[in-house]
């Protein structure tokens, strides 16, 4: 499939999908949510990927729904917002979530709607200094979706979310790293190079390890103390019979690096 909206390629280990609608904030369209989810069905079927490096290109994120592309007519009846979640945000946002391994998302500008909550559905989150998240559903009489009404009480709290949802308030990348919404701010000059290099890194880590992880932290939200020790205990289980903690092991007792391959 040869793409018009998204750049997708795959090096040492790392999918980078980079979108690319620069010129209209890279807001999704019907064409690049089919594009983006072509990228990620070649992601989950290609063994060399070990981390996703999302990012975008030009002077924002992701400026969420193009509008334009469900321009209505006078007298006609209103689009079903909800099949679009359906079919197109609500996928992309539970693929994020089971990749077998790392997502990284790079946020380089703005991130609003859509495009903020796809960015913290990723497992870490870096952002240009002047990159902000904004969640204008309200300004138009709509509900924070892409998961924003799950994410944004988990990580910055039930007050602080529903005053986001409801004021629509520019969140800025150096607030957001200050509670807790996004791992870390980088300088602008730096942003590209640091997740790249971040990335690289994840692509060489105990990959099995790494995906039990992210499944514990995701199942913890919602599972009890006795339940998420039994969780740690099964997945503790199968991660210490992985190829990865043997070499770990190994490379630990003969004092070298380890040559981790994610199996």
Known sequence: MTYS???????????????????????FTTEMHAEVRDALAKVQTDPSVR??????????????????????????????????????????????????????CAVNGVAAGAGANIALACDIVLAARSASFIQP??????????GGTWFLPRLVGSGRAMALAMLG???????????????KVVDDAALQDEARKLARHLATQPTKGLALVKRAMQQSST??????????????REAGRTQDYREGVAAFTEKRVPKFEGK
């Open 51 to 104: 981390c996703l490096l999302l990012t975008a290109a030009g002077r924002g994120f992701c400026a969420g729904q193009d509008l334009s592309d469900r321009a209505v007519a006078p007298g006609s009846a209103m689009p079903d917002l909800g099949e679009s979640l359906e079919k197109n945000y609500n996928p992309l946002v539970r693929t994020l979530r089971r990749l077998e391994f790392p997502v990284v």
């Open 137 to 146: 559903f309200c300004k138009l009489g709509l509900v924070p979706d892409s």
């Open 5 to 27: 909206t998204i750049l997708f390629e795959v090096a040492e280990g790392v999918a980078t999908l980079t979108f690319n609608r620069p010129d209209k904030l890279n807001s």
């Open 169 to 183: 308030d520019k969140v800025s990348a150096e607030q957001a790293e200050a509670w807790g919404m996004i791992y």
């Open 223 to 236: 599972n009890t103390l006795d339940e998420q020790l039994d969780l740690e205990r099964d997945y503790q």
